[in-house]
Each structure stands twice: as C-alpha cells, then as structure tokens.
C-alpha cells in the first residue's frame, strides 16, 4: 500500500506537455487500479479485512485521482495539437499540394522549365534544397496527426478503466461498511455516559463548550498510555485526500472565522484515524453534522466534522490508520460528475467538506501546524 501511495504522488506531481507524459501517467494509473481490484478480490478472504479493504479503498482513490490527471493532461495536450493544426491549415494545404506534385523517386532535376536548360538546373537546385524541408514538415505534420488520433484512443480507453474503477471502489466501500459494522475487536477505554452526554449537548451552543465538557462525561475510565507523538507533529497524514478550502482563521462566504481548516473531498472519500488515538465522541454535533472528536494524547483533540458515515463508538482505542468514516454523496449518485476531468486540480469536482480542527488544553491550533498538506491532494 505504502509503494501504490508513493508511486501515486509521484504521479500527479510532475507535469506533463507531450503526449508520452500523458500516456505513461494513465498506463501507471492503470496499473494503480489493476493492483487495487487484486487487492480487493483478497481483502474478502483476508482475516483482518477491516484493514485489507481499507488499503484497498485508499488504493483506488489514489489510483482514480492519478487516472484522472492522465486523462485531464492528455486532454489538454490534444486540445494543444488540434489547436496547432488548425492554426497551420492554409500551411498544410499548400505543403500538400507541393507534395502531390512530386512522384516518389523522381528526381527533382527531372521536371523541364520554361526558360530551357539554364532555368531548369536552377529549378532543379531550388527543388533540391527545398525537398528536405518540405519532407520534414510532411513528417512532422503525419507526427501531430498520429499524437491526436493516439490522445484520443487513450482517453476513450482510459475513460472506460476509470468507469470500471468507480464501479469496484464503490464495492470496496459497501464492504469495509459492513466490516466496520461486524467489528468487535477494539479494546474499550471507557463507556459513555449517555444521559450527560445528552445534557452536555443541549448544554453547549459552541466546540469550545462541549470540547471542555468531554473529559466529565467518560464513566469507569481505564486509562491509556498513548504512544508518544511529539515527533510525528507537522508530518501528520490528513485524514481523507483532498485541498484546503479555507485555512484557519480565513473568513467564509458568511465572514465567520474558525480556527480550524476545512478540506474539499470527493464524495465517498474514506477518512482514517492520522494517529493512534481515544474515540472521545462520535455523532451529530451543533451545525457541524457528524462529528468525531479524537483524544490522541491527554488533553489534545483532533476535531473531524462533515462525515455522511461515521464508524466507531466513544471510548474505543483505535489505532493510526482506523477508517472513522466516508465523505457523504457516494460517487454512484453522480457518476457524470465523478467522471469528468473538468476543474481537476483545481477543486472544482470535490464538492464534500471536512472540516480538521486541532485543541490542546482548550486552546485551539492551526491544524496546518500538525498536518502534511499536499498541495495535489
């Protein structure tokens, strides 16, 4: 899984401005998506398949982003060459009618001149010395037209490998569902307490209320020894791939400022644990939607809000990498959508929100302090 990510990033990090840049990066892409569905096929006779279908779903989301760029570059490349074509359309007309006058083989001396002998040697040289450039041209231009007609077959081709992808992680989804759902196994730190929890909600009209009320509504607290993570802060994987929205403290369309980020992610996306860490609260929470609070070390939490599906309970130990929940409108509601490679890299398709919010003692953090952010998401 490690190496899918690797080579994944490695992917949509460099550019791409010629046709074999675009192809290679749909090819590995590909590939991406063809270890993904392997993947899958064993996550359903894995033992843990709680973590074999998570990998398998973070395997296709990263091979269906790279697919994505391969097919957007290798658009944008056509639309290049067609462009250059167009531009060029009186050149090629004349270069192909000098073309259809000369017969192959035929020497270029061969052909008489009006002004006798003398004027058809000068021909001849002229037509000599041109024969070379007109045949590169003639090259070039067969060239461009092989790299449109290849564009286009890679994209169709591509287009359908990514249909099928869409198809399968939305499988792998449906199964780390029902995993997530048949799951017993999480040791238990705490029970919660129900009836406060209920009063501390109604209770608290902001984060920073119920955030300081957590800690007094966990009953038979058996503790936890939390692994150190002072030297994981700053390099923290973000919970779901995607792009910061708005950073902390930037106003919203509104003017409201919060002190936490907010990502943009494709819908479904998975969101996993960034750490080992306490399930402090999971649920409904103000107008934030689903909430899940994080404790990964006494008196820190890690706030995550926005999630269609939510798993887990408060009080389990979960560890890094723990799926905690999908990004609501699954793919398969807009498939159109999912498909298109319009505003890619850009944001425009990630029309879910996570909003990321860091606490220790009460005081909140800017997360982009404690996070790894990837600009390509």
């Known amino acids: 899984m490690r190496r899918l990510a690797v080579l994944a990033l490695c992917l949509l990090a460099h550019p791409a401005s010629a046709q074999d840049d675009a192809g290679d990066l749909a090819r590995a892409a590909g590939q991406l998506l ?25 395997a296709y989301e990263a ?34 009618a000098v073309l259809q006058t000369l017969t192959p083989g035929e020497a270029p001396t061969a052909f008489l001149h009006p002004d ?76 919660q307490d129900p009836v406060r929890t209920a009063i501390l909600i109604d209770s608290s009209e902001t984060l920073d209320a119920f955030s300081s009320g957590l800690a007094e509504i966990a009953a038979d607290d058996a503790g936890w020894s939390p692994p150190d993570i002072e030297d994981q802060i700053g390099s923290l994987p973000l919970p779901v791939r995607g792009l910061v929205l708005r950073r902390a403290g930037e106003p919203d369309a509104a003017g ?31 107008d934030f939607g689903s909430v899940t609070i994080l404790e990964p070390r006494p008196s820190t939490l890690l706030v995550l809000a926005g999630m269609g599906v939510s798993y887990g309970e408060a009080g389990q130990i979960i560890a890094a990498g723990t799926p905690l929940g999908l990004m609501s409108g699954l793919p398969e509601q807009d498939d159109a959508d999912a498909l ?21 003692d009460d005081v909140p953090l800017d997360p982009q302090t404690w996070f790894s952010i990837d600009k390509d998401g």
């Open 116 to 191: 006798g002998p003398n004027g058809t040697a000068r021909a001849g040289m002229l037509l000599a010395e041109l024969t070379p450039a007109l045949n590169q041209r003639a090259e070039r231009l067969r060239s461009d037209l092989g790299d449109v007609e290849g564009l286009r077959l890679l994209q169709e081709q591509a287009a359908q490998q990514l249909q099928l992808g869409l198809s399968e992680v939305q499988s792998a989804r449906a199964e780390l569902n029902q995993a997530m759902a048949n799951r017993t196994d999480l040791p238990q730190r705490f029970t």
């Open 34 to 58: 063809e270890t993904a569905s392997i993947q899958l096929d064993e996550a359903k006779s894995a033992r843990d398949r709680v973590r074999a279908l998570t990998q398998t779903v973070q």
């Open 256 to 286: 409201v400022t919060r002190p936490g980020i907010l990502l943009a992610t494709r819908p479904g996306a998975l969101v996993t644990a960034p750490t080992a860490a306490t399930l402090r609260y999971v649920g409904p929470l103000l």
């Open 340 to 360: 298109s490679t319009r505003g890619e890299g850009g944001g425009a398709d990630r029309s879910e929100t996570l909003y990321i919010e860091v606490r220790q």
């Open 63 to 96: 091979g269906l982003s790279a697919m994505r760029a391969g097919l957007r570059r290798a658009s944008i490349r056509e639309a290049q060459l067609r462009g250059q074509l167009e531009s060029r359309d009186a050149e090629i007309a004349q270069l192909l």
